[in-house]
């Protein structure tokens, strides 16, 4: 079993900064792309950033220059610095990860629970 856990989330003031964290564990033979979602009430979920296993970031559009995706593969873990908060980044964020659980399986995608970013004006 494979398990992503987000933390870091919280309640921040706009121009502020949060950085959320993705903790992958269980069977984990290797870990290709990740990335963080968000979904904001009433709204679908929107991609927010991705990193593949080797390569180049890419994000969308509205948090281009304020957010940073990274990774630590010694640690399967994923981060999002995200800075220059603004209110309309208020959503919850969610974790996903292409993982390989052994040599012999295909990988699959594996969600996170999600954690809450509120950013007041």
């Known amino acids: 079993q494979v398990q992503l856990v987000e933390s870091g989330g919280g309640l921040v003031q706009a121009g502020g900064s949060v950085r959320l964290s993705c903790a992958a564990s269980?069977?984990?033979?290797?870990?290709?792309?990740m990335a963080w979602y968000r979904q904001a009430p009433g709204k679908q979920r929107e991609l927010v950033a991705a990193?593949?296993?080797?390569?180049?970031?890419n994000y969308a559009d509205s948090v281009k220059g304020r957010f940073t995706i990274s990774r630590d593969n010694a640690k399967n873990t994923g981060y999002l610095q995200m800075n220059s908060l603004e209110p309309e980044d208020t959503a919850v964020y969610y974790c996903?990860?292409?993982?390989?659980?052994?040599?012999?399986?295909?990988?699959?995608?594996?969600w996170g629970q999600g954690t809450q970013v509120t950013v007041s004006s």
């Open positions: 990193v593949p296993s080797g390569g180049n970031t």
């Open positions: 269980g069977s984990i033979f290797r870990i290709n792309a």
């Open positions: 996903t990860a292409n993982i390989k659980t052994s040599r012999y399986t295909s990988p699959r995608d594996y």
